[in-house]
């Protein structure tokens, strides 16, 4: 069979790192890329998650590592393997960016920033003869099958012999992830689960002492924005262990690191009942009969928040959370409240929207694709990244599987063309068909 070469194109629509990935590798292996992208610039997503440190990936075990993608950890762990956490780090670093992990096993870059890993890596591509086409909105293909692209300068047609499409979720549309492509592909007869909030917070329906739904206007005035620290939490009527961690009181319920793990198991709770009850342990350190004898302990003239402060570290923003959601009988009732400090329920009743949620949930179902992500049904069009049906907590796992599946889609439209046979058209030149 014969190798690819430059004479073989690929497009690869969508310039995230699953798009740069796959234009990377596709470019090794010969092929002429062209890079399509709706916004300015390419990476504009990727530059807004290194805002506040950019996390590459994480430096747990391997068999944890691939435990955090959840029901898809069957379809993302093959490519993981080949492109994993070590991996990416060794070429982040041949990049010219050294990494370093950080006390919670996160690896970042050592200057903390997304935009000269970017940079680097752009020079990298043109010096492998990537071309890049920005404003380059894909609408679908015309009747002879050329891709077609809306642009300033009009409708802009494209030939390529394959296409990877790496066009992102449905979060944070205002970067170019808007879920746009789902009718084009729907149209085409692709199978495609409903985009829904992934890492993202969720608005709380905890019923109050005064019988209301949702914060009191104390509660949200006083403490949105205020962290809750030192804290496990575990969503009742699932098996999973509870998780350890720290969230975020929101203006209209709760949100975090801790959350944003947790997301997955919420929202199908929510999804399945109608509403969701975390229960949250606030004094995660201290056994359920170490807290009853400091809760029953006399207090005599103090204020419970001040017992609660001294005999069982409670104060701030937990205090008021116990307020919150117990009656004043529970708070009176020593028993009863050691129960609640432990085991605090807090009901939520939807995720935020999903254009607020830091990714997605959903997308092109994996049945739709074979092993190199290249649809069953539409030979020598791929998929990558964010727009497959498949999500993972942060942490570095969000990029870690985007980065490997362009990759893996990549090496695909290679080994795709290489077993195509190769015609020569009237000038003489040659084609893969």
């Known amino acids: 069979m014969p190798s690819p070469t430059l004479s073989a194109s690929v497009a690869i629509i969508g310039g995230g790192p699953a798009g740069l990935m796959a234009a990377e590798t596709a470019a090794a292996a010969g092929l002429q890329v062209d890079v399509f ?48 956490p070590q991996a990416l780090r060794e070429w982040v670093e041949g990049l010219g960016v050294t990494t370093f992990v950080g006390s919670s096993g996160r690896v970042f870059p050592a200057e903390m920033k997304a935009a000269p890993l970017l940079r680097a890596w752009l020079q990298r591509l043109r010096e492998a003869g990537v071309r890049f086409h920005v404003r380059h909105r894909w609408t679908g293909w015309d009747a ?49 689960a409903p985009l829904r909030p992934a890492n993202c917070g969720f608005i709380a329906g905890s019923p109050r002492a005064d019988g209301a ?36 009181i929101t203006a209209d319920g709760i949100e975090g690191s801790l959350i944003y793990a947790l997301s997955a198991r919420i929202r199908a709770r929510i999804e399945q009942d109608g509403a969701a009850t975390l229960s949250i342990d606030l004094a995660p350190g201290r056994p359920l009969e170490r807290v009853a004898a400091e809760v029953a302990h006399p207090r005599g003239a103090r204020s419970l928040a001040s ?5 069982v570290g409670i104060a701030g923003v937990k205090m008021a959370l116990l307020r919150e959601c117990l009656s004043t009988e529970v708070l009176d009732d020593p028993a009863r409240l050691a129960i609640a400090i432990k085991a605090l329920p807090l009901h939520l009743v939807a995720p935020r929207p999903l254009d607020e949620a830091i990714s997605s949930a959903g997308g092109v179902r994996f049945e739709e694709v074979d092993e190199q992500l290249m649809l069953r049904r539409h030979p020598g069009l791929f998929c990558a990244g964010e727009m497959l049906d498949w999500e993972a907590p942060t942490g570095g796992y969000l990029l870690t599987a985007c980065f490997a599946s362009g990759r893996s ?25």
Not at 47 to 56: D, E, M, S, T, Y
Not at 65 to 74: C, I, K, N, P, V
Not at 163 to 171: D, E, F, I
Not at 307 to 311: A, D, F, M
Request: with cysteine.
């Open 37 to 84: 992208d709706a916004m300015p610039s390419v990476g504009r997503k990727f530059l807004l998650a290194g805002r506040g440190g950019l996390n590459i990936t994480h430096a747990e075990a391997f068999a944890a590592f691939a435990g955090r993608y959840g029901s898809r950890q069957a379809q993302i762990e093959p490519m993981i393997r080949a492109f994993g």
């Open 213 to 248: 739904s949702g914060w009191s206007a104390h509660f949200r005035e006083r403490f949105a924005g205020q962290p809750l620290k030192s804290v496990s939490i575990r969503v009742e009527g699932d098996d999973a262990p509870p998780r350890s961690g720290e969230a975020m």
């Open 307 to 311: 017992h609660l402060q001294s005999r």
């Open 409 to 433: 889609a990549g090496l695909g439209v290679a080994a795709w063309l290489q077993q195509k046979p190769v015609s020569i058209d009237a000038s003489g030149t040659e084609k893969y068909i």
């Open 144 to 192: 002879d099958g050329q891709l077609l692209f809306t642009t300033p300068d009009g409708l802009q047609r494209h030939h390529a012999d394959a296409c990877v499409l790496a066009l992102g979720g449905g979060s944070w549309a205002r970067l170019g992830s808007d879920g746009a492509w789902i009718p084009t592909l729907s149209e085409v007869g692709v199978g495609i």
